[in-house]
């Protein structure tokens, strides 16, 4: 009863007060026409975006870490996907932001936003993991820094990484098909979703045999860490690959057809929420006993 309450409680915290505080945090960016049409990195100075970017990371280490400390590591997990997705949510349009600013140099931007999710992303599981009260076997989930570098060193990472990020990159041509939050969103989570299953496929057909006591990294780990880093990188390589397909030239024309690829529609934060909340979910599909671990999500009052 007492783990129920704990849980519905972070969660709160996470929804009702790091969320919005993240989203407000974000909305304080501004285009270069005064306007919030802008992500983090897009408006009109960078200062004030990098600013905004620190800010809506803290959030998200905040909410992972008092979830990893009040509960485990999954609800870790769960919770910074929570917070990181009230900023994909409020944040201005990339659509708008390509439209104010057609140029190469906004799809650069919004690339090293993503990688700037990633790096949120990894301090905040390192956080989680330090603060967590319970060891990493004990809880399933290994987050740690060692954690990383033995989930990144086996011989099935790779080819689960570049599988989660092709899936990720297809599905988002295929589901998102403008930029409405919504939208970009709900994309990113389907994206997560297939990435944890198909990259859950191949990294047991590359290697079948290595598991958690092969391995030496508890539970889910060794799945999820190279899966979700795949799906993060989805959010670096889209802008990147717009910058040839469609090209920055073709910007203004495709947001005014509304035929952009769905790779440069789907925001940096967005992308985030869909490797935190989304491949759980899929990895726990193929993973049965793990479900509850894996995702969070079914451990309700």
């Not at 905040?124 to 570098?149: C, I, N, P, T, Y």
Request: a positive charge.
């Amino acid at each position: 009863m007492i783990e129920s309450v704990a849980r519905w409680v972070v969660r709160g915290i996470s929804l009702l007060l790091l969320g919005p505080l993240a989203a407000w945090i974000a909305g304080g960016v501004r285009a270069g026409d005064g306007s919030q049409a802008a992500t983090l990195l897009t408006g009109g100075s960078m200062v004030p975006g990098l600013i905004a970017l620190v800010g809506v990371g803290l959030c998200v280490i905040a909410g992972g870490g008092i979830a990893a400390r009040l509960c485990d590591r999954h609800e870790a997990v769960l919770n910074a996907g929570f917070v990181i997705a009230w900023v994909a949510w409020t944040a201005g349009r990339l659509g708008d932001a390509y439209r104010l600013d057609p140029e190469a140099g906004t799809l650069i931007r919004v690339a090293l936003e993503g990688a700037g999710m990633l790096a949120v992303f990894a301090l905040a599981m390192l956080v989680s993991d330090k603060v967590s009260r319970r060891s990493a076997q004990a809880e399933g989930l290994g987050l740690g820094g060692a954690a990383f570098v033995g989930a990144l060193r086996q011989r099935a990472a790779l080819p689960a990484m570049g599988a989660s990020l092709g899936i990720s990159l297809v599905l988002a041509w295929l589901f998102a098909r403008h930029d409405a939050p919504g939208q970009a969103l709900g994309s990113a989570f389907l994206c997560g979703l297939g990435a944890g299953v198909f990259g859950s496929l191949v990294a047991q057909s590359v290697a079948p045999e290595e598991n958690a006591k092969s391995t030496g990294l508890p539970g889910v780990t060794a799945t999820f860490i190279p899966i979700a880093i795949g799906v993060l990188l989805a959010g670096v390589i889209g802008p990147a690959v717009g910058l040839g397909a469609p090209g920055a030239g073709k910007l203004l024309s495709g947001v005014a057809r509304g035929d952009l690829p769905g790779w440069i529609l789907v925001s940096p934060s967005a992308w985030a929420a869909g490797a935190l909340i989304g491949v759980p979910t899929g990895i726990s599909f193929l993973q049965p006993k793990a479900a509850i671990e894996a995702s969070g999500l079914s451990r309700s009052a």
